[in-house]
């Protein structure tokens, strides 16, 4: 099993950052592919991000491809994503989510936090 808990979440305005969190436990996350999706009101989970946990290798959807950056840190076993320049079409709850080995961008992870409300403002 593996654990997953989202942070950071909250209201910004156009043109603002943020930074969430997702701390992980568990099993080893050396051959996971750590993501993060999103999901606006009527919509649809959407990929957003991914990171491989041993390579580090990185994926971004177009819509955030230069705007956001995935990252994670070993040590404290936690994937990062840095949002700026954000919009108000990124507003929806953002959620971690891990898969063994594979890098996907349909929501059908292994595992899943319990996501992060983000709302930006115009």
């Known amino acids: 099993q593996v654990q997953l808990v989202e942070s950071g979440g909250g209201l910004v305005q156009a043109g603002g950052s943020l930074r969430l969190s997702c701390a992980a436990s568990g099993r080893t996350l050396s051959s996971y592919v750590l993501h993060w999706f999103r999901q606006a009101p009527g919509k649809e989970r959407e990929f957003v991000a991914a990171?491989?946990?041993?390579?580090?290798?990185?994926y971004y959807a177009d819509s955030v491809k230069g705007r956001f950056t995935i990252s994670r840190d070993n040590a404290k076993n936690t994937v990062y994503l840095q949002m700026s320049s954000l919009k108000p079409e990124d507003t929806a709850v953002y959620y971690c989510?891990?898969?063994?080995?594979?890098?996907?961008?349909?929501?059908?992870?292994?595992?899943w936090g319990q996501g992060t409300q983000v709302t930006v403002s115009s």
């Open positions: 990171i491989t946990w041993s390579g580090g290798n990185t």
């Open positions: 989510a891990a898969n063994f080995v594979v890098l996907t961008t349909i929501p059908k992870c292994n595992y």
